[in-house]
Nanobody, 125 residues
Framework: QVQLVESGGGVVQAGGSLRLSCAASGRTFSRYSMGWFRQAPGKEREFVAACGWSSGSTNYADSVKGRFTISRNNAKNTVYLQMNSLKPEDTAVYYC??????????????????WGQGTQVTVSS
């Protein structure tokens, strides 16, 4: 069982930056692929970014490529999402997810077994 706790959300102006963190419990964090998803009001949850067992293996949604960076620190059981050049359309609840079943950075929500409670990101124009 893995518990995930996100932090770092908030309100920021367009063009600004935020860094989200997701702290995971458990001793096998390094063997989980990690992902970030988001859900805006009235919309379905969508993939944002994912990281495989290694920070060198990443995957991004086209909408965030070049602006967002996912990374992980296995010693701290934490995955990060650095978000730069934020846009109003990035406003959503951001969720961290963990998958013990895959090595590669999956973009499909069904591949993830554990989810955090979410953190709100609001980008004002």
């Amino acid at each position: 069982q893995v518990q995930l706790v996100e932090s770092g959300g908030g309100v920021v102006q367009a063009g600004g930056s935020l860094r989200l963190s997701c702290a995971a419990s458990g001793r096998t964090f390094s063997r989980y692929s990690m992902g970030w998803f988001r859900q805006a009001p009235g919309k379905e949850r969508e993939f944002v970014a994912a990281c495989g067992w290694s920070s060198g293996s990443t995957n991004y949604a086209d909408s965030v490529k070049g602006r967002f960076t996912i990374s992980r620190n296995n010693a701290k059981n934490t995955v990060y999402l650095q978000m730069n050049s934020l846009k109003p359309e990035d406003t959503a609840v951001y969720y961290c997810a963990a998958s013990p079943r895959t090595v590669v950075p999956e973009s499909t929500a069904d591949e993830y077994d554990y989810w955090g409670q979410g953190t709100q990101v609001t980008v004002s124009s």
